[in-house]
């Protein structure tokens, strides 16, 4: 049977953070003693109020269809953490509950972008961005940036990347893959330029909890009402709380363009889990004490995988100031980073995520959402590596 598989999924790269955890924890099941840097998702547990809320649910028989939008105390949940956290007034009807940070984005691109259109995304950005993109056929448009500029993109950058076509500007800071957070300063300037240009901004801030020495997320829609009708913000449960697996994520909009995902929620996925939901409220009305020491820690782990691998030869990296990723260049090592990652896990028994998955060869993202333990073993390993590619 020849089967006709659209130009759409044809087009698609699947995901190589999803590919190197699968195969290293396949090598895991096999016996063998494999360090994985590659998961970008919280090595704690989800908090037991959290569990005990759905649990509680799931035993009451919460477990029919809800609103495809989520349930109503869900959405005000979420309209009170921004304001809360943020400063920003969202209506219960801006706000959709979706399955995960990763299905908000997804919604807001296919909501917003068609055929012809364009969306500016800054390198190295995560992998997910471009291929939405392209599901809703439309082009990314790619802004390079690299460590000498701590991967930030500038104004300048921005507007001379703007076109008619261009719908969207998507924003990620805490970063995913580098770590990287915009000052206020910076957020602004990136805010006033697609105010000027009358160009949507997706600003996703799921890391927004997870930021160290001293730094500070603001959210691009607080400056003023018009940024703030220039901006859907995507965001999640997964990360500052540890419930990758619970597939909860929100986002806030426009009014309109609010509508515009429910209805595309309502024919594709119809309502997240019904009792993940009710976790949800726990975890955003809840006591917030796990955060402190979560926080701690991941620091504890950053400044040691920091200082660690600048001193490895043929490696050099900034520093994160969010998130638990950092973003070390290797070129250094003569490798590029999918020969050097494949490299490093046959030989070293090491999994990394190669830097050209998103959109940067000359690095690698390492993950800090695991025991120091690991991370010590791990990167002792990857010094003996890349010592024997020098000779050193």
Same mark, same amino acid.
């Given at each position: 049977?020849n089967?006709?598989?659209?130009?759409?999924?044809?087009?698609?790269?699947?995901?190589l953070?999803?590919?190197?955890?699968?195969?290293a924890?396949?090598?895991?099941?096999?016996?063998?003693?494999?360090?994985?840097?590659?998961?970008?998702?919280?090595?704690?547990?989800?908090?037991q109020?959290?569990?005990?809320?759905?649990?509680?649910?799931?035993?009451?028989?919460f477990?029919?269809?809800?609103?495809?939008s989520?349930i109503?105390?869900?959405?005000?949940?979420?309209?009170?953490?921004?304001?809360?956290?943020?400063?920003l007034?969202?209506?219960?009807?801006?706000?959709?509950?979706?399955c995960?940070?990763?299905?908000?984005?997804?919604?807001?691109?296919?909501?917003?972008?068609?055929?012809?259109?364009?969306?500016?995304?800054?390198?190295?950005?995560?992998?997910?961005?471009?291929?939405?993109?392209?599901?809703?056929?439309?082009?990314?448009?790619?802004?390079?940036?690299?460590?000498?500029?701590?991967?930030k993109?500038?104004?300048?950058?921005l507007?001379?990347?703007?076109?008619?076509?261009?719908?969207?500007?998507?924003?990620?800071?805490?970063?995913?893959?580098?770590?990287?957070?915009?000052?206020?300063?910076?957020?602004?300037?990136?805010?006033?330029?697609?105010?000027?240009?009358?160009?949507l901004?997706? *600003?996703?801030?799921?890391?927004?909890?997870?930021?160290?020495?001293?730094?500070?997320?603001?959210?691009?829609? *607080?400056?003023?009402? #018009?940024?703030?009708?220039?901006?859907?913000?995507?965001?999640?449960? #997964?990360?500052?709380y540890?419930?990758?697996?619970?597939?909860?994520?929100y986002?806030?909009a426009?009014?309109?363009?609010?509508?515009?995902?429910?209805?595309?929620?309502?024919?594709?996925?119809?309502?997240?889990?019904?009792?993940?939901?009710?976790?949800?409220?726990?975890?955003?009305?809840?006591?917030?004490?796990?955060?402190?020491?979560?926080?701690?820690?991941?620091?504890?782990?950053?400044?040691?995988?920091?200082? $660690?691998?600048?001193? &490895?030869?043929?490696?050099?990296?900034?520093?994160?100031?969010?998130?638990?990723?950092?973003?070390?260049?290797?070129?250094?090592?003569?490798?590029?980073?999918?020969?050097?990652?494949a490299?490093?896990?046959?030989?070293?028994?090491?999994?990394?995520?190669?830097?050209?998955?998103?959109?940067?060869?000359?690095y690698?993202? &390492?993950?800090y959402?695991?025991?120091?333990?690991?991370?010590?073993?791990g990167?002792?390993?990857?010094?003996?590596?890349?010592?024997?590619?020098?000779? $050193?």
């Open positions: 049977m089967y006709h598989i659209s130009q759409r999924a044809a087009s698609l790269s699947p995901s953070t999803l590919a190197i955890d699968a195969k924890k396949q090598m895991k099941a096999e016996g063998q003693d494999v360090v994985g840097f590659g998961a970008g998702e919280p090595d704690f547990d989800t908090p109020h959290i569990k005990d809320a759905a649990a509680e649910a799931l035993a009451k028989g477990t029919k269809y809800t609103p495809s989520g109503p105390e869900l959405r005000q949940a979420v309209a009170e953490k921004f304001k809360r956290d943020n400063g007034s969202y209506k219960p009807s801006q706000v959709i509950i979706s995960g940070g990763k299905h908000s984005c997804y919604n807001v691109i296919l909501a917003t972008c068609q055929e012809g259109d364009e969306v500016i995304i800054p390198a190295p950005y995560w992998l997910s961005y471009p291929e939405m993109v392209k599901l809703a056929g439309a082009t990314p448009v790619i802004l390079p940036t690299s460590d000498k500029t701590e991967f993109v500038t104004p300048e950058q507007r001379a990347a703007i076109t008619p076509r261009t719908r969207l500007f998507i924003l990620n800071s805490p970063s995913n893959p580098t770590g990287t957070i915009y000052e206020p300063e910076e957020i602004k300037a990136l805010g006033d330029v697609c105010v000027e240009k009358g160009v901004i997706m *600003s996703d801030e799921i890391y927004e909890k997870l930021v160290y020495d001293g730094a500070r997320h603001v959210s691009v829609a *607080s400056f003023s009402p #018009a940024h703030y009708e220039h901006t859907i913000i995507v965001h999640g449960l #997964a990360k500052a540890s419930m990758t697996g619970w597939r909860l994520g986002l806030a426009p009014e309109p363009i609010a509508k515009a995902i429910d209805a595309i929620q309502s024919h594709s996925t119809s309502n997240p889990t019904s009792f993940a939901q009710k976790g949800g409220v726990a975890a955003l009305t809840g006591p917030q004490d796990h955060l402190a020491a979560w926080l701690a820690e991941y620091s504890k782990r950053r400044l040691y995988a920091w200082r $660690r691998l600048n001193s &490895i030869p043929g490696v050099s990296c900034v520093n994160a100031r969010g998130a638990f990723y950092l973003f070390p260049n290797i070129s250094g090592t003569g490798l590029k980073s999918t020969e050097f990652c490299r490093l896990l046959e030989q070293e028994k090491v999994a990394a995520v190669p830097g050209i998955a998103f959109g940067a060869d000359d690698i993202r &390492i993950s959402a695991t025991s120091m333990a690991n991370i010590e073993k990167l002792e390993r990857m010094e003996r590596f890349c010592r024997g590619l020098l000779g $050193r």
